[in-house]
């Protein structure tokens, strides 16, 4: 059988490299190959130290390798991701340069315990919040379990009420839906089971939007978080 034809009137798929963890840049020096290559955003580390940042399970900030790379990227206006960072790299980042950022799967730490969590720095304090929306930036909540709730059982799932918090925080937080979209992280290595207790699939994403709307949020609003603020943020045309 031949393959299904696709309509002359839909837009071509489109795909753009976001790098999570810079390490495989051998230098600084080298991020123009990168950059020529389609990476369009990239975030310094993954969790532990990296060549270039502390991760979230360290106290570190920049390295001077890490310091030059985030000069290298804002000179070919690659996007920096404040995903992973620990709190210092990621203060110290954001002392480097106005130029506006992104969280591309992360969510709100003060809805997340202590520092008794483990993951507790993997996310977003109130003040980097804000200083993301304020730069124009935005945050893409993350749906892995234990970033949505904390403590939780072992085999608990915490629910999309439970994520809606998260994003209705950093809309209280900013004063506007612009900031908060879908982040996800379904790719990150998860099952299902990792996941709120509606969702499983792609096609459960809905089971967000449903929320929010129940709480209030307008169809504007919720065209905000499903599509409008990254297609805004990288300039893509509905």
């Known amino acids: 059988h031949s393959p299904p034809t696709r309509p002359t009137d839909t837009p071509p798929l489109r795909v753009a490299i976001l790098m999570e ?10 991020a123009r190959t990168w950059a020529e290559a389609g990476v369009v955003a990239v975030g310094l580390t993954w969790r532990t130290q990296g060549r270039y940042a502390g991760g979230d399970t360290c106290d570190t900030g920049l390295t001077h390798a890490g310091r030059d790379l985030v000069r290298a990227l804002i000179d070919l206006a690659v996007v920096l991701d404040v995903s992973h960072l620990s709190q210092r790299a990621c203060d110290e980042l954001l002392s480097l340069t106005d130029d506006t950022v992104i969280a591309s799967h992360c969510n709100c730490r003060a809805l997340l315990g202590d520092r008794a969590n483990p993951d ?17 930036g935005v945050i893409g909540v993350n749906l892995v379990r234990n970033f949505i709730r904390y ?79 990254w297609a805004r943020f990288w300039n893509i045309d509905a």
């Open 21 to 30: 963890c810079a390490d495989p840049i051998a230098s600084p020096e080298d």
């Open 120 to 136: 507790w720095q993997r996310h977003l304090d109130d003040d980097t919040i804000r200083e993301i929306a304020r730069r124009g």
């Open 151 to 229: 403590p939780l059982e072992r085999t608990d799932r915490p629910t999309v009420a439970e994520l809606c918090d998260h994003i209705d925080h950093i809309r209280s937080l900013t004063g506007s839906t612009r900031t908060v979209a879908l982040g996800s992280d379904m790719d990150g290595g998860i099952t299902a089971d990792d996941l709120p207790a509606e969702i499983r699939k792609p096609a459960d994403l809905p089971a967000i939007c449903d929320e929010l709307a129940r709480r209030g949020w307008t169809e504007e609003e919720l065209a905000d978080f499903r599509w409008n603020n």
